[in-house]
């Protein structure tokens, strides 16, 4: 079964930049495509980015521009590189595979605030 551990947020000012990390056990996550989501206070989970095992990202129009998803296959471990954040992005990220969910994690609070 695998297990993921989503890391690395944070209270940021906004304009700032944050890198989250998701690092999965139990199994490789290599061929899967994975997602990050995120989810504000009394709202539903949204979807933010995409990476397939191979070929190119995909963004929320909310985050283009600004997030930057990646993967480390060797680590197993999935990346969201945030730059420029705003107040909007406050949030708690989760990372999970896009079809057939893995058991959700944690997830990893991001505060943008001033």
């Known amino acids: 079964q695998v297990q993921l551990v989503e890391s690395g947020g944070g209270l940021v000012q906004p304009g700032g930049s944050l890198r989250l990390s998701c690092v999965a056990s139990?199994?490789?996550?290599?061929?899967?495509?994975m997602d990050w989501y995120r989810q504000a206070p009394g709202k539903q989970r949204d979807w933010v980015a995409r990476?397939?095992?191979?070929?190119?990202?995909a963004y929320a129009d909310s985050v283009k521009g600004r997030f930057t998803i990646s993967r480390d296959n060797a680590k197993n471990t999935v990346s969201l590189q945030m730059n420029s954040l705003k107040p909007e992005d406050t949030a708690v990220y989760y990372c999970?595979?896009?079809?057939?969910?893995?058991?959700w994690g944690q997830g990893t609070q991001v505060t943008v605030s001033s």
């Open positions: 139990g199994s490789s996550i290599s061929t899967y495509a």
């Open positions: 990476i397939p095992s191979r070929g190119g990202a």
């Open positions: 999970n595979k896009v079809f057939g969910k893995f058991p």
